[in-house]
DNA sequence: TTTAGCACTCCTTATTTTAAAGTGCTAACA
DNA sequence: TGTTAGCACTTTAAAATAAGGAGTGCTAAA
């Protein structure tokens, strides 16, 4: 992106039309502009600077004689300009609103399912945007207590306990000469030696400890150990979604058409936490703005997306998705708010 | 509802309209009627049958000189004419159908979860509706094996496994007093005595066995196993939805307002699950149409469910719900596949 | 550099027109 | 008595036309 310097008056204009087109979808005019925005100079010059701003990409015109839509730019050169505002001007409001969520989430601090599926519903309820939350990657997450149950002729389902209280289970093919009381020894033993252990150190270790041991060769326990391998892996498929009719209502989806797309978009479970994993935990607050969404489908929509921590380790994302047209500085305010609720929720 | 004679002609030119509104949902005039379905009488005559068929209850017409729409009356008469045909005339073809998918279903046999996934998915896929299963009621099934964790200072994450293979776990608040050893104990009696047995079979002996023994005024012991009653118990959550999308592309839901109404609709799961187990389980195929639907939501749509079962026992239900200008012959078609196919999977 | 003024563009909405589909009725017919 | 041919009448959907309005771009003057 080249870098444009905008005058002080061209930046107001430019933060007036994006302020007036999130409240009302609607083209914005330079006499409304002046209006409004209690400008002191006449609409033409308005006209001028606005035309100047199409020709840097910020606004764009549906037809000649239309007054200017915003475009993702010009979204972008909004929310970095009350980025830190929101923060700092609200944080009274922030602050309130986490101590209420706060108290109404410790409640829930030992059931991780009802705890992460209110916040997404509230956060929902409070913005009426898609109120998402990536549950914590397991693999990050330490190893509470595993149990191999034999089930029927060839199975063993696998249940892992981490130290979240999030209750996986896993079933595993494996061959009929296992027996229930080889598959507790299993489970002592990881038990024994592992609670505590992050998933990820622990299936390194397993497999350092069979190739030293030279047991490698001996097919039973090769065959075991390889059942614990596979009950200690897991894919992130842990996606609470809440609120998708609240989408469904904006003006923004006001056709068939986009209808369909957004609720064919938000279904693909797989396409959203693929976008979740890949964002970065180092940004408190991450704001992707129609095109610079990585995936095709989410192109018009804007994601608002904060890691919430346990002792300043990131463990997984809470989200919103709106239209691109969102009140951001609503969004950034409760999103911040709920992480932070959460944070301190699973801090405690 | 009365019960109307029509005489044969008058069922033929019935049936006709509802299947030709089934095909292109546009109000189906005489002529066409005539011609399309060899009539050798001319469209005036059939104009007066429709018009008896109106004043009957079985036609409607959106305005004067418009053609005719059939009613929920007239679905039901053609599912009812069409009932038996497509089961006995297309058993062949059912045939298939269930030997193709159960080969698929059968790898799935013991994992309960991808096993309805695919099974709802496959559903939608085939029919482009809208698919469903209700998982096995938990309380109908038998304890496999269950075990209690103590998790953080008054937690309790008890852990069941029912003969299905499917987990459940349960977090529920206990005193801190209680320690994993006495945990283990009782998971230990719990299993020696009523693996096998029915949950509510076993909720009750454990009751009894309280009073019997007098143990009930044991403070300790009675708060065990009042966590045990706590942990076998289970309200029924598990439903499996699968393409809300292949709904919103159907012509009868072509405008926002019902696109937004069907979304949030089926985003209901609680009524969903309700009206399921209101489902009585002596129908081998239960079709529920427009107006004839208990909840007001559903009134709408269309709804095609069938018990399955394991040695003889129904189980659970899957289901489609669409339009009720739903091509009823194939949604009964494959209703009635996938739930054998489902039995048969289960009863291997 | 800013402003007033004005012609021009394009969209939106309402109105009218036209064409087509289908009915209902009447009178004749078998 | 049921059926048919014929025709007038309704109503809608689509196309064409007209009116209104919002907003721009440009020019010339301040």
């Not at 006449?42 to 915003?70: W, Y």
């Not at 068939?256 to 994993?277: D, G, M, P, S």
Request: glycine fraction near 4%; include cysteine; hydrophobic fraction near 40%.
């Amino acid at each position: 992106m080249k870098n444009i310097i905008l005058d002080e008056r061209a930046k107001r204009v430019l933060w007036a039309v994006v302020e007036s087109y999130i409240e009302k979808p609607e083209p914005v005019g330079s006499r409304y502009i002046m209006k409004k925005y209690g400008f002191d100079v006449c609409s033409a010059t308005i006209r001028n600077i606005m035309s100047d701003l199409e020709d840097e990409g910020f606004l764009f015109q549906p037809h000649t004689s239309a007054g200017r839509v915003p475009t993702d730019l010009a979204y972008r050169f909004y929310v970095d300009y009350i980025f830190e505002e929101v923060l700092k001007f609200r944080s009274a409001e922030v602050k309130k609103i986490i101590e209420n969520l706060t108290k109404k989430l410790r409640k829930l601090r030992n059931n991780m399912n009802s705890l992460f599926l209110e916040t997404t519903q509230n956060l929902s309820q409070a913005t009426k945007y898609l109120g998402l939350a990536l549950l914590p990657e397991t693999d990050k997450t330490a190893l509470h207590r595993i149990d191999f149950i034999k089930f029927r002729e060839d199975s063993v389902i696998a249940i892992v306990v981490n130290d979240k209280g999030i209750v996986k289970n896993k079933i595993i093919r494996a061959i009929p000469e296992i027996t229930q009381h080889e598959l507790n020894s299993l489970a002592d033993f990881v038990n024994s030696n592992y609670h505590g252990k992050a998933f990820d150190e622990i299936r390194e270790d397993l497999l350092r400890r069979l190739k030293k041991e030279k047991i490698y060769w001996d097919k039973i326990i090769s065959k075991i150990l390889k059942i614990c391998q596979q009950a200690l892996y897991f894919s992130r498929e842990d996606l609470y979604i809440s609120g998708l009719y609240n989408l469904m209502y904006l003006p923004d989806f006001c056709d068939v058409e986009k209808l369909r797309q957004i609720a064919k978009t938000i279904q693909n479970r797989h396409l959203l936490i693929k976008l979740f994993e890949n964002i970065s935990d180092d940004e408190e607050i991450k704001i992707i703005i129609g095109e610079e969404n990585p995936f095709e489908e989410l192109r018009n929509l804007s994601v608002i997306a904060s890691p919430y921590k346990e002792r300043g380790k990131s463990l997984g994302i809470i989200a919103l998705v709106g239209p691109k047209r969102m009140n951001y500085e609503r969004a950034i305010m409760f999103v911040n708010a709920f992480a932070k609720s959460l944070t301190n929720t699973l801090s405690e």
